[in-house]
């Protein structure tokens, strides 16, 4: 077996679960390559045991026949190794070392079972569609896709006009401090913080939600993943702000924005005992009322 681990936490509280992780693989003979500025933090803390590991650096350091991806971090540190992965098909396991964990829905006291789990095989692979800025391959570290969701927002204190299209069909004229398309894995951070909807991870829609409009009617509106969406903003100002997850681009506002759904796919790994109803329960902590 042979896998990854990318992490960008530096902090000695998780060192323990670091060690165990590494520890566990060299017991089970995987081959480990670990992203090269973790591992310099890391190596004068390791314990001796553990043996010298290589390294990789960038997307075209990852070989297409790495079995998994190991994220050490919360669900920003699972977006960032997307980067890494991209349309190799390398399943990717979120080990939970931040707060909410949605993505990286593994805690990192199970790492022992984890691994144990995923010698036996006792895993399943979930696919997630990507929502895409079309026409700009050379933003966003060659990279514009977005597992969570893209944005465009008003780079200074003046709203946005923000003219929005389904497949060449006008749907509104958004007047905000911006947009967001999210994915259905998405719908659960920043959309979900705007007051868009849970979306089922297997429902293949897109969710469009305005960020502050000046119009209190206007609400989030959910469209199938396989429309075409077209975006034209206006603005006092020359420039707007485009995300694509946790990257951030600045964008002549005469520039029109096409976004779609990607032509590959997003790998991600579950434990058998995983289930998506537990997760939201627990994560948003529904039922956390003394009446029950």
Known sequence: MKVLIYGNTFKLNCKEYIETLLIKLQENNVSVKIFE???????????????????????????????FLFSLGGDGTFLESVVYVREKKIPIIGINMGRLGFLASIKQEEIPYSIDQIIKDNYFIEEKSLVCFQGLDNLFNNFPYALNDISVQKKDTSMIT????????????????????????????????VGGPIVLPNSKDFVICPIAPHNLSVRPVIVPED???????????????????????????????IVKTSDFKIRLLHLDNFNFYNTIRSKLMWGIDKRN
Do not use: C
Request: charged share 25%; proline share 2%; no cysteine.
């Open 37 to 67: 500025p973790y591992y310099n933090f890391w190596k004068s803390y390791l314990d001796p045991k553990i043996k010298e590991m290589d390294t990789f650096q960038t997307y075209d350091d990852v070989e297409s026949d790495t079995d």
């Open 162 to 193: 923000i003219h929005t299209y389904l497949n060449d069909e006008f749907l509104n004229s958004y007047w905000a401090d911006g947009l967001i398309i999210s994915t259905s894995t998405g719908s659960t951070a920043y959309s979900l913080s």
């Open 227 to 257: 429309y075409i969406i077209k975006l034209k903003l206006e603005s006092r100002s020359d420039t707007f702000l485009a995300t694509a997850d946790n990257r951030t681009e600045i964008l002549n506002i005469d520039k029109e924005i």
